[in-house]
Structure formats: C-alpha cells, structure tokens
C-alpha cells in the first residue's frame, strides 16, 4: 500500500468517525425535545378543547340548506329552508346537505390549520412549521 491510499483510508476512517460522533451530539439534546413534545401534546389539548367552542357555517343552495360545525368538524346544527321542504324536492335536499356538510367541514379543517401553525410557530421543532402548512390545504373527500 502506498503513502495515498494509507491517507485516502485514513481520511475515510476520519469522516465515518466524524458522522457518528456528530450524530450523538444530537443524542445531548434528548431532553430538551422531549419537553418540548410534552410542551406541544399539553398546547394541543388546549388547541382541541379551544376549538370545540369555534363555530362555523357551511351552506349549499344559496344557503337553502345550512351546516354549523365546530372547529374539531362535528356537526352542531342542519337548517333547512321551509321552502326546500314544501317542494319537496328530495333529490335537491340529498344534493344539498352533503355539500353544505362539506363546505363546513372545510372551514373546520382551515381554522384547525390555522390554529396549529399559529401553535407550532413557538417552538424550534425543524420541519413542524412546514408539515402544518398543507393542513389547509386538504379538501374533505367528496
């Protein structure tokens, strides 16, 4: 073996040392994100428990038909026009209802997402920020 390829081999050995022991320096921060998801679990039940008491409408039909929803999406309330229910248009109130259903499922999931990126905005967790992002983005399945 040559005077290069004993430095080649050594310089390798060097850099896999190097990765590892850079590795577990991230290990000496253990503790630091384990409070930090304790921080974040205790913030999210306030979140939840915050947006159960949010309301918001979903409508369909020219608001013919009416959906409140809480901010977690559970239904609270169906309004129907009296005028839907004397014409007695089934097919237009089987339309109707899951669209206004959707429509505030929707609104639920954008104020939920909304709620989370303002949360994850206090604490360094890399990538949290970014993950949240697309939460409101998501369309109910239709």
Do not use: C, W, Y
């Amino acid at each position: 073996m040559d005077g290069t390829a004993l430095l080649l081999g050594a310089g390798r050995r060097f850099a896999r040392r190097h990765i590892v022991l850079k590795g577990l320096s991230n290990l000496a921060n253990l503790p630091g994100i384990f409070k930090q998801a304790q921080e974040m679990g205790a913030k999210l039940q306030q979140l939840n428990a915050e947006l159960k008491t949010k309301k918001v409408t979903g409508a369909a039909g020219g608001g013919l038909v009416e959906v409140d929803a809480n901010g977690v999406g559970d239904v609270l309330a169906v309004r129907i026009d009296a005028s839907l229910i004397e014409k007695q248009d089934r097919e237009l109130l089987e339309d109707l209802l899951p669209a206004a259903i959707n429509a505030a499922h929707a609104k639920a999931k954008e104020l939920h997402a909304q709620s989370m990126q303002s949360l994850a905005g206090g604490l360094d967790l890399p990538g949290l920020s970014d993950a949240l992002g697309g939460l409101g983005s998501l369309q109910p399945p239709g």
